[in-house]
């Protein structure tokens, strides 16, 4: 749990005529929607919801505040996963009705039943209808950031234009962070799924500050020091991308209005000064194309419009003249034109900038190493848990095309399947749908050398590199001999050269659908009743395997 670092706590609570009010309106205002939304990292339909909350935003920006609540089973990382959870959210969901994700409250009301809950499908008319509603309270904030210490100040103001229904209010502050990439199950990003409005701290506590006096005419005039920390959960902070809410309540549930501001910075020294932060690690690989991706933020005052990044891969130089727009403390990253270099078995790459007010921060430095290479025979053992169906795999070659595939399957089960790959540039692609990976695999070539292998624990998914010489495995190519014809076959599908060969027909998901031993040496395999598509058949004699492809085509 975090604790907070309030420095400093600075209010004033007084009535019209004794105070004079700097950025909060005294004009009667309709309500500003504060939408909490209820999320996760495996949440399949959670993206989806923050698109709604999105767009909502987007249509009223100065009316909408969202605040992304990373609670209960959605949200609890496993393998080395990100954790967005904060000590808050189970009880901020606590109080709503919350039975199921993405679910969200605007404004902490009840617009129907007994709950604030509301699925994401209420979302929209609930705010607009909320926007329609007078107030009784304006809320206003501001903030800043100095970056030499990563203090940030906000400034909240509150005006009552009326009553509120209760004596006492709540004032709340909460710290948001955005664009931090992270694994989610839902929205097809994998674990580069860009989270926003990423609740991180709530600076006024759980539930807010007090505020003692709710009268029409009441000034609410306070001001909150607090240092941000490098990480909340080992999660890395990024001062650029951060946001504050800051909402009155009449209770810990009613939310009259609120409001968001993104912080200003100070305290940044240089004019001129582009940071190349990292370069994007670059895989094990056997491709002889590289199209780097470097990340730069500005650590300056004015914007970078226009870069010449200068890339050295083994010593060959290039030059990409970058044009864009990177405000103060943000940062991009930036695609490198692809080009051919030199594959060795360690390799090197530097991506630097022109000098600038700071040149101890333009250059950065990896290293990356060839693939692991083997034989053109190659086995995969896969072992599936206790959810199976969430298992997919494929191999691509080098033009990227699939040329093995296999999954879903049952649970429990061990996956035996052969490769036979000609020379090239390979991928092999392990995929879970849920995002917790699954049981063990290796995949090994004939001469014993192993090219990938897991224990399980490999997430949403892994991709590995790896490169085939195309020679067979011993004696293998006197399976060379066994033919399938015609192919593609309708209802016959005929075998030569198989004598006292077993066969095993697979599916495309990795299906076993038929099995037979010692067939003659030219054999028919009935295919009529099969669906049209891409079957595989496993073929082994005398200890040896191979895999051949066949189509059927109605």
């Known amino acids: 749990m975090f604790k907070k670092l309030l420095l400093n706590l600075v209010f004033a609570l007084f009535g019209l005529t004794s105070f004079s009010q700097t950025i909060v309106s005294t004009s009667p205002e309709n309500q500003n929607v504060v939408l909490e939304e209820f999320t996760g990292i495996h949440c399949v339909y959670c993206p989806d919801g923050h698109a709604i909350a999105q767009a909502i935003q987007n249509a009223n920006p100065d009316r909408v505040s969202l605040i992304n609540i990373h609670q209960g089973g959605y949200a609890v990382p496993t393998g080395g996963e990100p954790d967005f959870r904060t000590p808050y959210g189970n009880a901020i ?44 309270v304006n809320v206003a904030v501001e903030a ?14 509150g005006y009552y234009t009326s009553n509120s229904p209760q004596s006492t209010n709540l004032l709340n502050v909460a710290l948001l962070q955005n664009n931090t990439k992270g694994p989610q ?21 759980q539930w807010g500050e007090v505020i003692n006096t709710t009268t029409a005419g009441t000034f609410v005039d306070r001001t ?9 959960n080992n999660v890395p902070v990024e001062i650029a991308d951060m946001e504050v809410v800051a909402f ?10 609120g409001s968001r501001a993104l912080p200003e910075y100070i305290g940044i020294t240089n004019n001129n000064d582009a940071f190349v932060r990292y370069i994007v690690e670059v895989p094990n690989t056997c491709n002889e194309m590289l199209a780097p991706q470097v990340n730069i933020q500005n650590l300056g005052q004015d914007p970078l419009t226009s870069l010449a990044i200068e890339y050295i891969i083994n010593g060959d130089v ?54 692991v290479g083997g034989t053109g025979t190659v086995y995969m053992e896969l072992h599936t848990d206790n959810w199976g169906n969430e298992c997919r795999w494929n191999i691509r070659d080098s033009s990227g095309a699939v040329i093995y595939i296999g999954g879903p399957y049952g649970n429990n089960q061990t996956i035996n399947v052969t490769f036979q790959l000609p020379a090239d540039c390979y991928s092999y692609t392990i995929l879970d749908t849920e995002g917790d990976g699954g049981g063990a695999i290796t995949l090994t070539d004939s001469d014993g050398t192993v090219i990938y292998s897991t224990n399980g624990t490999y997430g949403a998914g892994e991709i590995t590199q790896f490169s085939s010489n195309g020679i067979l495995g011993v004696n293998q190519s006197q399976l060379d ?28 998901l990795g299906k076993m659908i038929l099995s037979q031993e010692n067939i003659s040496m030219d054999a028919q395999i009935n295919v009529a009743n099969l669906q049209t598509g891409t079957y595989f058949m496993k073929i082994s004699k ?12 109605k």
Do not use: C
């Open 185 to 205: 199950t839902g929205g097809g990003q994998g674990n580069n799924y860009n989270h926003m409005h990423r609740l991180v701290e709530m600076i006024t506590g």
């Open 318 to 371: 290039h030059t990409y003249n970058w044009t864009g727009n990177i405000t103060a403390l943000h940062n991009e990253t930036i695609d490198l034109p692809e080009v051919n270099y030199t594959l060795q078995g360690t390799n090197t790459l530097e991506v630097s900038v022109p000098n600038d007010d700071d040149n101890a921060n333009n250059n950065a430095t990896i290293s990356f190493d060839e693939a």
């Open 542 to 553: 005398d200890n040896l395997v191979t895999t051949k492809r066949f189509l059927v085509s």
């Open 248 to 257: 009155i309540s009449n209770t810990q549930q009613e939310i009259p209005s």
């Open 144 to 157: 800043e950031i100095d970056v030499q210490t990563n203090i940030l100040t906000v400034h909240v103001e």
């Open 224 to 232: 909150y020091t607090y240092t941000i920390p490098a990480a909340y």
């Open 93 to 136: 969901a606590g109080q709503t009705g919350l039975t199921g994700y993405p679910s969200g409250t605007i404004n902490r009301h009840v617009f129907s039943g007994s709950n604030t809950i509301l699925d994401r499908g209420q979302w929209t008319a609930r705010a607009n209808q909320t926007m329609a509603n007078a107030s009784n």
């Open 481 to 508: 001999n066994i033919s399938l014809y015609p192919n593609p076959a309708s209802t016959v599908l005929n075998l030569k050269n198989a004598e006292n060969a077993t066969i095993q027909v697979y599916d495309i």
